[in-house]
């Protein structure tokens, strides 16, 4: 059974700001934690009330999150007046870099996906013992030397 819809004064519970903003209510808590969205007010009975104003907030943020906006970014945007021209020229400065994070991201991500083809196309399956897993083992291997070494140089200099 659902709860009823509240007032406009009263405000939604954060069961129900979650609901319709598609935020969990952790994620709405940690949001008010890290100043993306005033603290709630709070009803007689000390329950967190959000208004629709707080919603739509709660939605643009999951919406910049879903473009894998930081939270600074998304604490730019949000700081951000529609109306001004200065603030127009800022979001498309903060999208400008947004984007060019995006685009290092996609350059990373091709490297990754053609080491993991390399390294399934090593093994045909046809051998005695599975050559991805020997391989990775190498790698393990070797990542631990490289390591070793960079903390020994660490630790005299």
């Given at each position: ?5 509240p ?9 129900q ?5 598609g ?16 603290p ?6 000390s ?10 907030q ?9 473009m ?30 947004h ?56 630790r005299?200099?």
């Amino acid at each position: 059974m659902s709860e009823p819809r509240p007032s406009a004064e009263q405000g939604y519970r954060i069961g129900q700001a979650a609901e319709k903003s598609g935020v969990s209510a952790a994620n709405i808590r940690y949001y008010e934690s890290q100043g993306l969205l005033a603290p709630a007010g709070r009803g007689d009975n000390s329950y967190r009330r959000y208004s629709e104003a707080d919603l739509h907030q709660l939605r643009f943020i999951r919406l910049c999150r879903a473009m894998d906006m930081s939270l600074d970014e998304v604490r730019t945007l949000l700081a951000l007046d529609l109306s001004r021209k200065a603030d127009c020229d800022a979001a498309r400065e903060a999208l400008d870099a947004h984007l060019s994070h995006v685009r290092e991201r996609l350059a990373e991500l091709r490297v990754l996906e053609a080491n993991l083809e390399a390294l399934r196309d090593g093994c045909d399956g046809s051998g005695p013992r599975c050559r991805i897993i020997e391989a990775l083992h190498r790698r393990a291997d070797v990542q631990s030397l490289e390591e070793g070494r960079a903390s020994a140089v660490t630790r005299h200099v």
